[in-house]
Every structure is written in structure tokens, then in C-alpha cells.
């Protein structure tokens, strides 16, 4: 047995069980995936091509694919519903696959989302014509890579807590996402908290934990 | 003029404005604080030296001193307070003051903090002794140096938002903090996000977006 | 004649020559083993193939390989047993190979071994549900990649030696195993020394010797 | 002779010869400053504390200081005037002593410079309010620490060349500096170039030659 | 939508809209090429592959690619021609792929250009004795790979302004770039700014910036 | 109460409590010693400089104070002494403060040290001359600074566990213990484990806990 | 013509021409070579595949290709030969291709090779058994990975110059080289100069240039 | 007795033995001194300040101070000269300490020094105006920290041994010398090989070598 399982979480809170596919075989994932649907719970699978999905599908027909998130969900009971916003926003295009896997993991874990895609600050307008759909929401996750910036701007624009997630997203100087990180880091903006780059899973599972807060009844 | 400050935000959130007084001169201090101090709003220092803390409790005379959180506060008006209990938790003795820069912070802005310090992973004993404080909290801030550990054992014990502090105790291999920093925003456990090495403010300032949450009528 | 090779060793201590197969040709490796077996030793080759494995079958069919630990070993003489055992122990799933090489290693040089895998610092209880394993233990190997904040843990709660080895696994600011490795280094527990990222081998070797100095008559 | 000087460019150019003294004895600056001077140019002084200042008034009484910059200057001959503004943009009032060497350079070069200080990205409206002092200028000089964002969001709000200069202010990530620099370096504005961590001179520098290209007759 | 596109800044400047194809799908490039024709403005795309030039043809069937620059470009407009000369310099003959992507960019924005190429310091005369192709420019792009002195001899001998470009040319301890990175960003020379690591791109868009400063008219 | 102080290990072990020093106020290690001491326990400190020692004296007039090893000590109790010798083993001279802090603490761990100083690699004779010294241990520390190959060479020369401890000797690429820290990780020699750079204490507490295994009856 | 080349050094110094293969197209390869040829000199490729020297030999039937060494050359002169011999030692056997690229290199610029291979610190036997070979060359080239201690045991032993050629040989926490690159610019031994990781070629070229020095009438 | 010092080696070649003093107490200094200089011969120590010289010379009083070096030595016995030339070269006014450090010892160890100083590339005529005095050399010495740039110019204008000293003379982006050491070991140019940053001595070491395989009779 290759992996400890502790199906109990999901239970007491409603959400997905979650494997990390990256650097599992195939035949680990799937193994784990019959294991955890046992206990009735969802689950769902990050970083996982079609191939995996494909052969979850065999062992679970009714899982869903999500292509540009790389995920997989496999859902057998009803997710409790949260009723803030969870907004996602970009800087650009190609953050978008880092920015859906945390879209859809927040809509996995009962969050409504709004996206807002390639707002960033070199156009500073496309921001600003856009401040309703950041304003409306609950938490706000930014999803940047090269200068990271728009996580500082955002963080300056509203009175949320700001998940910011670095993307590795860029070349040279950027060196795989460090120069996101260390800028969002070093934000002068107030309320502003990162994850690791990359991590879109980690950073809507925080503000899935955020959200939480200010519901009705927690 | 050398600074652009802005009065209107302290008056709709009822939080103090914030100096950060490193790499300012005390003149330079003290105007900031003269100035702001205008509004009626409450005034705060960050990083501020005893020296520094004199010279503004000339033109402040009830400005209070936070020796080890490196603080001073002038306080004019009420603070809204908050409900949530925002728990500050330490690895080590040595991470005491940036610890104390978060609960000085955090109380400041209106939150009930509890402190539960020196409980690092080494002896997990200690922390698992004490569970109770940090289970009462709404939001939980650790704060560590060397490796960083405690954030994931924490992370993994409960089910709220850990905002997540570097410091830079330690030494060698630890490169300033940044041993402590890799790990935190490598975590394993689900629910953490990182602020920037030994920045207890912003910490502070995070966890109090997110306490606010919860709080009744936001 | 592109290595030299000395036979010496092994007869002095009964374990087998070692191949770095990395970095090697298989005709390399092949004609180092032959060279080997010469002299009577035991034999095996770290990091090595299926491939390489089948090629050294040829000259050796008794050979034998370890499929997860990546080892093919020959066994041409009875190895000297140890009766003090080593743990060897995980944070997560992708850490089994490295764990594997040490484990195996390990058992090819005389120890029994325990492993215990997935047991990381997100879900301590698993790790304390299991301390049997590890107090049965005269040397503990600790196997963790990104905050690899096991080794801590472990080191905490034990009064044995323990051999951490950082992995590779993670992505983002692991940076390829530098956040663990970081972290192992500024272990706050006592008792912690570190090897090289991804370094199963070295992990076991250093155990194997410590282990030996535990056997009646060494 | 420990400096061989050229004294042939400032004729040619009409701007002054520049001593960079940090690292350099009070004696060897006095020493270089009197040497230049003989030719009848104008001489200035970067990273000059107080007391050079003072040595060098021995020997030039009409020398000026730049407290803030750090700048002295000894006039002989009257520069050229360029028509073109240089504006000067800092994110914070920690990144003024930077920005005042680049202004005093550029000053003492030749060029009007429009100063606007205080402006970072956590409130961009400041920003946004003073666009027009941007926008009257032929070239940009933006001066900002921490996450160095200023920079990319003035580049996409005008169309003239923009010189970034990162400054050192911050703490923790922002190693000295780096995460600024890797921020700017990664821009993803256009027309933003780079010059060295607090290097006000070589901005200006780099400022003065592009504002020249737009003067009458050059 | 997933790609907000402003089609306004062409109209103003009669330069290219321009497309990073790096990292986009080739769907994703043709139909962001698709938009971006409608409004009659020219449209390029950098870091593009043959492949997706020949998807790029299906729909605008007079695109033209530039192979060594890896640059696709369709013209639907006259571009407004500079007069001033912008020479682009490079050390060594692996550096060309970047500096053709300069060279191009410059042209489709309307610049003349000279290009200097395999003038590295290791045989300094060679650059010396074509002096006057960068005495005729009114910007110098240099492009250098490994140790970069390039810009920093070119920048000595003229008082032009030069945009330097590092590149990843070279291996070992050159770091992907970072050692012509960082020799460039301490250039002793004055006039010297950079961009980023094979930016060629972003070198063309400064040096086209500074050289309208220079055009009658502007 | 500033640290929670577990008094239990000491009674089991016979080894005395520890305190490290640095970035501790005088009066948090004189008040946390003093609290050791009531339970009968031995308390040293570590990186103790003569005036803490001076105000811990005015509390244990016993304590003793050892210079070069930056430790102070209150023996309380008997200490068990182990058999098996710990050698420790410097490159330079520069290195014998943290070799000292090595061999101070295992002495205080009860047992018996073997000093070797100043046989680094550059004069490979001196280690050769000093064989049985070595030879003669259970354990060996290895402590050097600069490029740290004298763990390598000790290690491949016995059949013991090595502790290598880098040192932050040297200057310009040593960058502060690097180099010697990367060196002992890559050790192509068997049976090389690593502390943190300086760390002379982490080394003695892993070499005692690995010597306590061949004593008689453990 | 993309390649300026310098047809003078040759016959001056009676050495090859050398083309870097590597980045560049085969088609260039040949090209450059062709050209080359025409003047008579000798050529040499360093980095070929197997591939560029095929397409090599169509222009030039006579080409030779040393395969381990990764060279191809052409010889059309009689090169003069040097009378001191050149040691080219490795600490394994995975150093050898670039240990070839040094010792082929130094063959065709005229010196007579001696090459020791796997001496590595491990077994310093192996070294010391062979120091013959060493004390008979007037320059000795060192070859190492990992954690490069070799040069500084060799450079302790001899009193010629020692160039040290740190190799990307390792895993982990050698990071492509940079911990040999650290540790032999940090040797404690005297007369230790180094080259770019892997850099063969550049250590030959070096070690040519002085050996020279010790041939009668130079 | 805390340095094991080996007087043979000296008489062997007529240099001084070398005392590294920085990081020793001026005791430990003088009486590593006092010890060398009983066996008759000279003695010289580096990185030593003006206060460990006058301790030296109450035991030695003809010894000499080089101040802009930093060196002390004691001669008791004639040095062996050399004929050819050593050249030491820098980039600017504030490498010469670094430098000073290299010609001295250079003079020490018996070889005629050239020095020319201040011939940086940013005016590459101060260099070109001044060849003689680098072609009369056998081996130059070439001393520049900020972007280092000068090795590879002079590397490429001669074919003798380039040594080159990086040294940490800059400030932001040059990371303390790391610019300038890339640098070097990117050097384009063939036959430049680099010690240590800031490290005169070991240059100079290096060239001595070099220097005497040129001399009649060795
Ligand atoms: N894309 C992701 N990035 C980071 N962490 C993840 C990701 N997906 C899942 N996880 C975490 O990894 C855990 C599962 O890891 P594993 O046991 O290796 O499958 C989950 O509980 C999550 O906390
Ligand atoms: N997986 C491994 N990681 C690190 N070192 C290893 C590994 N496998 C073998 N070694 C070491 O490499 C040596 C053999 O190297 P080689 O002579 O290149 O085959 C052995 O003596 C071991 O000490
Ligand atoms: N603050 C500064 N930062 C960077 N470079 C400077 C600075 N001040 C002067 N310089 C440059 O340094 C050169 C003078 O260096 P030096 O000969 O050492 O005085 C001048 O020509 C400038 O190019
Ligand atoms: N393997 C190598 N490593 C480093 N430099 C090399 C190598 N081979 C050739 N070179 C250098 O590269 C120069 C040729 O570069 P290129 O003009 O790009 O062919 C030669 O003059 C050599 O100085
Ligand atoms: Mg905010
Ligand atoms: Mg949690
Ligand atoms: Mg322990
Ligand atoms: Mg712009
Ligand atoms: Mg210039
Ligand atoms: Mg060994
Ligand atoms: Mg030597
Ligand atoms: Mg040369």
C-alpha cells in the first residue's frame, strides 16, 4: 500500500479528496482514485493529462476532464455551496492554464467564480473598466507571471485579502517565476499573500478556506 | 512634500495609518505622523526605534512605545473591534519580535490576538499541547525561521487560513530567511500562504482582512 | 582501461562494489561489472536502467533488479547481517523512489529494514500513529521533498541518529530539492545530518556504518 | 598617478566630468577633483559624503552639495540647455535619495526635470492624477524598490522611453534589491530598459543622451 | 474571449500589433492574429515557429516569416519611416537568432538598420575597424552572450545611447544568460540600458521609441 | 514566560539542557538558565559571548567559560562517559572557533575528543602523518571552510561515519560557507553527512548520538 | 558572411582554428570550416556530434573525429611541438569527456598528453601511486565534479600551475557544476587557477599558452 | 600549537612563507610568524592591517609595510629572480588594492612588476595607448571587478597567460564580485583563466609559477 489515505476530511467538510498527479504513474493515480471513491466521497486529481483522465474514466465513467486546468473530478455527493465570489484574474493569456486550475478548483469546492483574463499592467485600463467584477467578489486570487505586478495593484485597488500566484511564465531574467515571486513578495500593497508559483490549487484551497469565513452559519 | 498621504482610507475602515519608519529619517517620521495626525485619524510606526518613538512623542505626547514588536502607536479615535480571535504562534524565542510586530499590528486594527510562543516543531509536544488556542483562533499566523516546519504542521492540524511568516533567525544555510521562506511556500498542507521574511505587519495586516470576514454584518 | 577499480573494500567489509550508472555508457557499465565479479565481490549499480539491467544480465544471470530503487545487484557471496534495523521513512508518494534506493541499498549492505511511506508533517497523526516503526529503529533515513519538514519532526521525537535526504520532488520554489534540502540543513531538532538531494544511496551507506557501530563485537 | 583622466569629452559635450567616490579615499577624490578641474570643465561628485564635500570646498570654494543626492558639483563653464523634460517617478519616499541623484545628474547635464515622488502602485490613483507631469516629459526615469511594479505600469501608460532604476529599499525577498530588478527586467510594458540597482547616475546618463537625440540641431 | 486586444495604440503609432507566440497554442495565436487584422493595423508575431507561421498564412496569405529572427508579419498598412539609423551589434555568431530579432522588429516599426555581426571583444579589431557603421546610428543594440563586454566597449566609445541585450549564448557558468546579464547592468561605461535575456523584441521597441525622439516633426 | 523548557530529555540522557545564545537578550539566557537549573540539570550555552557569561556567572558561580568555543557550562550533575573517541578534524586554523564549539559540546555529552587541526588538503602529508589519530576514533567531525575537501579525503580514507561541518572561512565565491557546504554535499566519498554551515554544535550532537550506539549496553 | 574569421593567428602561432560547434547549424559548421580551409591553416571543431563531422568530411575527406572528445579536426600543416608534457588528471570516470575535449585539444596545439584518469579524493591512493606521472609535466589540467577537491589535493602536491576544469558531473546539490566551480575557486592550495565548467577546450587553450613559456627560444 | 607550518617548502624555492591574515587574532598572527621566521626564512602576510603590522614588528623590526597592499613581510634571505615580466593591469582606481595585493607578492616571490592602472573598457584608448607595456610581459595579471570585461579585451590583444582577478568592486547587480567573476569565466577570449574574487595574492601565486617555467634553467 503506497499511500495513506485519510478519507475522513472531506466528510466533516464537503470537498474533494485531491491527488497530485504530477509524478505519479498512471496506475498509482488510479489505484488511489477506486481507494478514495470508496468512502462516497468526490475526488478530484491536479496536474493530470487526458491519458490519466482516460483511464480514471474506466474505473469512474461519470468523471469530467477540464482541459486547460489539467484536471480531473470524479463527483459523488453534493458540495456544500458557498455564497461569496471568488474572483480569478490574470495578467495574461498564457497564465491562464496556472489561473482555470484554480478556477476550477474553487468551483469544485463549492465557490462561485468570476474570471477576469489578460488585465494586466501594461494596459492599466483593462483593469480599472473591470473593477466591478473584483469588487463583487469575496477574495480575490491574481494569477501573474514576468513582473508580477498586477498583484500589487489589485492589492492597492481593494480592501480584500489577495491570494497572489506567481507563474512561472516568462523567460530569461524571470527564471522560472522568481521574479513574480519575489515581486509579489515585496509587495507595497497591503493584503496581499502568495503561494508557490504555479500553485493555483494551493491558492484557491486558501481562499476556499477564506470564503468559508464569511458565510452565514461558520 | 515628500509624501503623498492619503487620510480618506482610515476613516472607512477604522484602522490606523501606517508609517513604516526604516530607511526614513525621524524628521522625516515625524512629519509623516504631524500630518497624519491632522485627520484625527490613529497613527502607527513600524520598525521604529526607541529614538524615533521620543521624537514623535513630543508632538504626540500620548503615543505609546511596543518595545519588542518596534511600534509606536498614537491612538485619537475608537477602534471598530472585531470578534475573531487571531492566533500568533511562534517556532522559537528568537522569533518573538517579528511575532510581536504581527499581535502588536493585529491588536491595533481592532482584533483579540492570542500568543502562543516557542512551540516549534522540534518538540511537537508542545504544540500538540496547546491545540486549544490555536483551534479557538479565526485566523492563525506562524511565524519561523531555520526550517520553517511549523507552518506545515499547523497547516495540517486545522482547517483555517495560516498566513505564514519567514523570519530570519537562524544562520549558515539559512541564507537570511530564506530557508524558512522556500519551505513555507513549499508546504504540503493545504490552507497556507506566505508573506515576506519577517514581515509580521503585513502578516497581521492579511489576517485582519480575512478576520473581518467572519465578523457579522460584513 | 577507463576506471580503476579496487576490489579491496569489499572483502574487508563484506558489502558489494557500487556502479554509479548515471552518466555512464551501458558498455560501461557492463565491462566495469565484469571487471567486478572478478574478484569474487558482490556487485551492484545504482540509478541504473531496465536496459542497463538486461545488458548485465548477459554476463550475469543471476543478477537481479529492484525496479522502484532503480538498482540491479549480483550477489556472489553471503553478505554480514546487522541486527539493529534501519527506518526508512517518507513524507509523500513521489518520495518512494529515493526512499527505495536507500532501502535497498541498505538491505544489499546487511541491515533489515522498515520502511514507512507517506507519513509527511500535513497529516501528523499518521506519523504518530506509527512511532513503533521508528523507535524500533538504531538509524532513521528521513526522505522528503518540498518543505521537508519531516526530518524535524522526526528528529524531535527520537533520540537516534537521523540520515535526512532531501528529494527533488515538488515544483515552483523548490527550485529541484533546494527547498528541502535548505530546510534539513536548518533543522531546529537535534540529531539531523543531511546528504545530498535525491542521494538514497549516500543515505543508506552513511546508515549501514552507523548501524555497524551498534553490533556486538564491531 | 593613480587615474588617468580624459578631459577631452566634456569639451566636446559640455557636461561635467564625474568622480564616482564611493570606494575612493577623501584624499584621491580631492586629488581627481583637482586635476579635472585645471582643464577649465565642470566636475561633480556621486556617493559624496558630507566631508569629501567639505575637503573639496577647500580647494573650490564655489562647489555645491546635494544633500539628498549626495552629489557635489563645482560649475566653471555653462552647460547646454536641452529643452526636453526629464521626469524623475519614485514609488516611495525610501526611494527618493536614488531618484535625487538621478534628477541632480540630469540637472547638472542639462536637462529640466520634473520630480514626482511617492506614487506607487498600492495607490494608483496618485498615480493617475499627476499623469500629466508624465506626459510633458520626453523621457521617464522611474525609480522604485520593493516589487518595482511603478515601472511597468508608467510604461504602458505613455509612449516615451522609460529607464528603469530598482532600488535597494525593502527587506527579506527583496535581496537587496533583486526583486525589483528581476521585476523591471521582465516588464511587460514596452520601452522600459534597465539600469543598476541604485544607480540615479547611469540613469540619468542614459536619460541625457535620448532627451539630447530630440533637441533642435542635434 | 480569451485575450483582451486594444487595437487603438496602431492606429496612433503605425507600428505592429505584436503577438509573443511563445507558450500560446497555435489556435490560440491565429485567432488573436485573426482579431487583430480586422482593424486594418499590421500585426507580427515573435518567438513563432515555421509551423505556426504556416497556420498564420491560411488566414492572411501575404504574411511573411522571418526565419533566423523566428518572426511572422503581415502588413495591411504603410509604416511611417524614421530617418535616424539604429545599428544592431552582435559578439559572436550564435547570438544572431536574437539579434535578428531586433533587427526585424526595428525594421517593421520603420527603422532603417545596420547590422554589425561576430565583432566580439575577443578580437577587438574587429570591431574598431567598422567604427563607422555605429558612428552612423543614432541608437546601437548590442547583443552579446557569455561574459557580454560588448556593450560596455561600444558604450565607451561612442555617445550614443546602447540598448544592451544579454543572451543565454554560452554554458556552465553563464546561468542561462545571467552572466552577460549582470556584466551589462554594471557596465562602466555611461549610456548603457538593458532589457531582458534574448529580449531582442524589447531592445527593438526602446531603441525605436528613442529614435522618433530624434525625427523632424516629433 | 518567554520559552517553554522541556527538562525532562536531560534526566534521561545525562546530557545537559542547551541554549544558543546569539540573537537571545542577556537577560532571556540568564533568566532561561536559571529556570534549567532548578530541576538539578547540567545547562551550557552556545555562541555565548564573555559578558553573557559574566551575568550567568552572578547566577551559577561555577559556570566555566570556554573561549575559543563561545560556550559556557554549569555542570550539576555527573555526566556518563562514553568509550568510543569523537575525533574532530579542522582544515585551517581559521576553522578551530566552530571545531572548538564541536569539541566543547562533545565533551560536555561525556565524551572523550581527539583534536586534529590545521591538516587541510593543501599539505596532504600533515593529514597522511595523523592517521591513527583518526584510526583511532568511532566518529570523526571534519570541519573546513574554503572548498571544504577535507571531508572527502578523511572520507574516503576510513570506514567511520564523517560529520562534515562547512565553515563561512574564505571570502569572494566562498559566499559566506557555500562553497564548502556544496562541496561536503557532493562528497564522492561514502559515508559523508552534512550539518549546517558553522554549525559545530549540530555536529557533536549527531556524533554523540552515533557514538552512544557502540557503547556496551545501549 | 556571418562569421568574421581570422586567418592570421594561425600561421603565427602554428595552431588550428577553432570553430564552437555547439548553437550553431551544421550548415554553418561547414561553412565556417570551408573558409577556414582555404588559407591552409589546420582546423578543429569542438562540441561536433557525430552528424557535423560527417558533413565535415565531405569538404574534407582527410578530417579526423575524436569521439569522446566530441572534435573533429583537419590537419593541412605540421603543427611545432612542444617538448613539456601536459597531465590531464580526472577525479572519475564520468569526467572524461571533457578531460578528451582538454587533452585532444592540447594534442593538436603541439603538446605531448599524459592523462590519469579516476584518481578522485575517494581513494587517494590512487592518486598518490601515480604521482609520477604528475611530477613529470610542466602544467597539469585537473577534471573534476561533484565536489571538485582534486585540484586542491593536486595543486598541495605539485608545484607547477594547476588548471582546474570544474565539470557538471553530479546531481542535486551540485547544481551543473557551480559546487566544483566554488570549491576550486576557493582552493586552499596554491597555483589553482580555473576555467568554465566543462570548458576542456579553454583549459587546453590555457595550459598551451604555458607550456610554451618553458620551450627553449620562446 | 594551532598551525602545523611546513618550512621546507621555501628553501625549496626561495619564496616566503605566507601568512592569511584575516579571521586570526595579531597573536595568533605574530606567533605564527615568530615560529616561521626561526628556520631563517622570509615571511610575508597578507590582508593585514596597520596594527598587526606594528605587533610583527616588535619581533621583526626590519619589517616592511606595503599600505595600499595590505601586506607585511619580513626578508631574511635573498630571493631567486626572475627575468620575465608579471603585468598587472586594472579596470579602474578602486581595483588597486586588489591589485597592490598581486604586485607585491608578485615582487616577493622575485619577478619584475609592470603595473598599469586605471586602462578600463569603458576608454578602450587608455588600453590600446598603452600595449607596450602589456607585450613586454610573459604573464599578465588583469584586475577589474563591475563588469570584468577588461580580461577579455586583453585576453584578446595577447597570447600570453591571463590571469584574472575578479574583484568585488561595484555595488547592486554586481552581487559583491559575482559580475565580474561570470564574467571572467565566460571570458570569449582563450587563455584567461580566474582565480578567486578580490584574490591578488593567489594570482600572483599563479603567475609566478607560470613566470618561472619561462626562466633559464627550470
Ligand atoms: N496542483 C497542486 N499543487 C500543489 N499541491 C497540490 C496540488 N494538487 C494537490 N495538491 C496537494 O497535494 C495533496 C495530495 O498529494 P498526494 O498525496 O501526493 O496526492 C493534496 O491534499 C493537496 O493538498
Ligand atoms: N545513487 C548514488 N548517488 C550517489 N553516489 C553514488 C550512488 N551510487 C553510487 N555512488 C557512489 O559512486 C561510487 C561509484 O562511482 P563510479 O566509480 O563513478 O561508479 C560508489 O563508490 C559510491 O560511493
Ligand atoms: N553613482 C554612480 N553609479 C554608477 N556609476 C557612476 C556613478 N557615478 C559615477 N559613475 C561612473 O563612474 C565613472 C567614474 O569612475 P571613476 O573613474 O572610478 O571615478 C564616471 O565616468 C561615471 O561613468
Ligand atoms: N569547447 C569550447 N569551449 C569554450 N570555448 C570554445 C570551445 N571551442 C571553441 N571555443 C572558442 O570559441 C571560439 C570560436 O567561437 P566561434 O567563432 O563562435 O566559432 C574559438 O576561438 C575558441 O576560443
Ligand atoms: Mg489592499
Ligand atoms: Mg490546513
Ligand atoms: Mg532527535
Ligand atoms: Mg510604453
Ligand atoms: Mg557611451
Ligand atoms: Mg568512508
Ligand atoms: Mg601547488
Ligand atoms: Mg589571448
Redesign the interface.
Known sequence: E???I?NHRSL??GVPEVI?C???TTT?VVE?TRHMLKSGNNVMGTRADLKTFHEVQLIAPDAKYYEPARIFAVQQEEVLKNE?IIAVVT????D?PVAEEAAVTAELFGNPVERL????????H?LLMNMKVIQSA?VIIVVAG????L???V???V???V?AV?T????????????????????????????????GF??A??AH???R??EKG?
Open positions: 503506497f499511500a495513506r485519510d466533516r467538510r497530485y504530477q509524478g505519479k498509482q488511489i461569496g495578467a495574461g493569456t498564457s491562464i483574463y489578460d488585465v494586466g499592467v501594461a494596459g492599466i483593462r469575496r514576468m513582473e508580477g505586478a498583484a500589487s495593484v492589492g492597492g485597488l480592501d480584500k485579502p491570494v506567481p512561472s511564465i516568462g523567460y530569461g531574467a524571470n527564471f522560472h517565476g522568481l521574479s513574480a515571486l519575489l515581486a509579489m513578495l515585496n509587495s507595497c500593497a497591503g493584503g496581499v499573500s502568495v503561494v508557490n508559483i504555479d500553485n494551493g491558492a484551497y486558501v478556506q477564506i470564503n469565513l464569511g461558520e
